[in-house]
């Protein structure tokens, strides 16, 4: 049961860094490779207050989301000049920095050592020590940033949004000024990735710079991709199925001295005629 109670974190988690990334790729059309970056400004910036202040978790992770969406916003102001693929390789490039600081500056993030004792939050005098809670609290957080993205898609912000990813061009003839607009996007979904960094670090009580690699952030854009973009549902589903299979194929009763290679085929396989078959996804609603 502890098990499936850890799979089903997991996938909260990362449900949650799916709809943030949603946001950016699916609405706006912009294919950011950066998530990974904000996700691991959240957590560091939330393990580094409560292992060094003590501070309580939920401000420590607003506190989190704030620094990650001012670095976002200085990031952003950049990225949001470019699109398609001078836009990708910018965030890219950012990724790839934090991934260096959070690994080179010791004195501030311990390095590849990483920190150690996260405390797990607390409300009220009530622990989430269990997991259990922990999992109560993670849906909880889901629930809350699945109304958000839902709120911001449905409005008009979020129409023009949509705009811009079928034809930047023609928005901007109308006097919208589509920077704008795609760098408020970026912060905020920055932000949100925040809060699954911070889940993350207090889950694990364990972080250090090889979970907030440029790969995790191609498997977030996997996520999305394979789920469905500008689709919340899409979102969970994609992070649920590709947290789920590798499991999953734990127990297919391959021979013991090629089980790992042949997970790794099977997973592989599974996802190329899915890419092959259903190209926008499972519940996607335009292709990339």
Same mark, same amino acid.
């Given at each position: 049961m502890e098990y499936l109670i850890h799979i089903a974190i997991l996938v909260s988690i990362y449900s949650i860094l799916g709809l943030s990334l949603n946001l950016v790729v699916g609405e706006a059309g912009l294919l950011s490779v950066t998530h990974a970056a904000f996700y691991g400004i959240g957590a560091y910036a939330t393990a580094l207050l409560l292992t060094e202040s003590g501070m309580n978790f939920f401000l420590a992770m607003l506190i989190g989301m704030v620094i990650t969406g001012a670095i976002a916003l200085l990031i952003g102001a950049v990225l949001s000049r470019f699109d398609g693929d001078f836009y990708a390789l910018g965030s890219l490039g950012f990724n790839v920095i934090v991934f260096s600081i959070l690994l080179n500056w010791q004195s501030l993030t311990n390095g590849p050592l990483g920190i150690p004792g996260i405390a797990r939050p607390s409300l009220f005098g009530f622990s989430f020590e269990s997991n259990t809670s922990f999992l109560t609290l993670s849906l909880v957080l889901l629930a809350l940033v699945w109304g958000i993205c839902t709120l911001i898609t $449905? %409005? %008009? @912000?979020?129409r023009v949004l949509h705009? #811009? $990813?079928e034809d930047e061009q023609a928005i901007q003839v109308f006097g919208y000024t589509t +920077?704008?607009?795609k760098l408020v996007i970026f912060v905020l979904s920055a932000m949100l990735a925040a809060v699954a960094g911070a889940l993350f670090a207090s889950? #694990? +009580? @364990? #972080?250090?710079p090889s979970s907030f690699t440029v790969n995790e952030s191609i498997f977030m854009l996997s996520i999305i991709i394979l789920g469905g973009l500008a689709s919340h549902r899409g979102a969970v589903l994609g992070a649920a199925f590709l947290i789920i299979l590798p499991e999953a194929l734990r127990f297919a009763g391959f021979p013991t001295d090629v089980a790992a290679q042949m997970r790794q085929v099977t997973y592989g396989a599974i996802l190329i005629l899915l890419m092959l078959y259903r190209p926008q996804?499972? *519940?996607?609603?335009? $292709? *990339?």
């Open positions: $449905r %409005s %008009s @912000f979020g705009a #811009i $990813r +920077t704008y607009y889950y #694990i +009580t @364990f #972080i250090d996804g499972l *519940l996607g609603e335009y $292709r *990339l």
